[in-house]
């Protein structure tokens, strides 16, 4: 599958535009967020020959994922082919919701209207919305103690299995990752198409990870892979959830991940960008998750006020650009001992043509991040 997980993440990033939804005022004499208004920014079409390549993706090729099943099956005939099955349809309808808007092809409404609505039937009573088996769910292993193989987010897929025989059913580890982008993809069709179930769909879901995440709770980042890199990425549909609802226990969740991420020296990823040190080793350097943790510092910014949440996007965007970024406009990454995977940054003394990777779900990420601090700074060197 991973020709699929590829693909979705390049298609992310190149749909991707000016589509944040906040509207902030100050309050000067506090420094922080008083206002806070939940509403789309309208997107505008590409020209040339970017145009035309986008116009062929939201026509044809993401109609033509729209159109399988392969993307909610996983939701519908628990558990899923493979253990990040689940994160793309949240890609899915984020795309899809841009492209929409874009386009206007009511096909592609149609098509949006109904996995919301099949994806909304799935969700238990309890909140989960996944693909796991009940055996390994992140409510049945919140930390890493689980029965099944954890599974490294760039495994090859396994075959779906009976559940009952442990030793074949698809490793654990990705289940949050699962529900970060189910909030993320159902909360950007939402600020589009208003619609009370899906708030209460993500509510459901943040306060099924607050019952076990919050303070007090499991750590969150002893579960899932690299050192919980791959679980915090939650952090940015966890501030949307905030955003939309201003709802302050989400808000409160969201720096508690921060402040869980900080007190595990594998991860602290805040720390380590504050001190100005190197993105290669929070989490092993994974890249596309790290860079998708500084999206939810930035937006955490946004959202109170706190100076050290932009320095540490600010200073992760600075050292990516300067240390691991290549010409061609992919950011690279390689395999070394002390990360064990070909998608973590490495040292630049590592840097070898024949070796390293430029892996699309961290170009459609890096994407993302600059987008994000362009439209948030208006300083054009990140367009």
């Known amino acids: 599958m991973n020709k699929f997980y590829n693909f979705w993440s390049i298609l992310l990033g190149v749909l991707m535009t000016f589509s944040s939804c906040h509207v902030q005022k100050k309050n000067q004499a506090e420094n922080t967020i008083i206002e806070n208004q939940w509403q789309p920014l309208q997107t505008i079409d590409e020209a040339g020959l970017i145009g035309e390549r986008a116009d062929l993706w939201r026509d044809n090729r993401l109609w033509y994922i729209g159109k399988s099943d392969y993307i909610i099956d996983g939701f519908g005939n628990r558990p899923g082919m493979h253990p990040w099955q689940g994160e793309h349809l949240g890609k899915w309808l984020h795309a899809a919701t841009l492209a929409y808007n874009i386009n206007g092809d009511e096909k592609l409404k149609m098509k949006l209207d109904e996995m919301v609505e099949r994806l909304l039937a799935t969700q238990l009573s309890d909140g989960y919305m996944g693909t796991y ?105 966890i501030v949307m959830l905030y955003e939309r609802t201003l709802d302050k226990r989400y808000l409160d969740f969201a720096e508690h991940i921060v402040k869980v991420s900080e007190e595990n020296p594998k991860h602290r990823l805040m720390g380590t960008m504050l001190e100005k040190g190197s993105v290669v080793y929070p989490g092993d350097g994974k890249g596309y998750q790290l860079m998708a943790n500084l999206l939810g510092y930035l937006r955490l910014y946004r959202s109170t006020g706190n100076e050290k949440y932009l320095q540490t996007a600010l200073h992760g965007w600075h050292e990516i650009q300067e240390k691991h970024f290549l010409t061609t406009g992919d950011t690279w990454t390689r395999k070394m001992n002390h990360n064990g995977t070909k998608e973590c940054f490495a040292n630049q003394a590592a840097f070898n043509t024949k070796k390293i990777v430029g892996e699309g779900c961290c170009d459609a990420t890096w994407i993302q991040l600059n987008i994000n601090l362009c439209e948030f700074t208006g300083t054009a060197k990140y367009l």
């Open 133 to 237: 088996g009940e055996s390994y769910t992140f409510m049945a292993s919140p930390e890493n103690d689980m029965k099944t193989k954890l599974a490294d987010d760039i495994q090859p897929a396994s075959k779906k299995a009976n559940p009952a025989d442990s030793d074949k059913v698809p490793g654990g580890g990705c289940d949050t990752w699962t529900i970060r982008y189910n909030i993320y993809g159902l909360l950007t069709y939402e600020k589009y198409f208003p619609n009370k179930e899906v708030v209460e769909a993500c509510k459901k879901m943040g306060d099924l990870l607050i019952e076990y995440y919050g303070e007090g709770k499991y750590d969150l980042t002893k579960y899932g892979t690299r050192n919980g890199i791959s679980a915090t990425v939650l952090l940015e549909s």
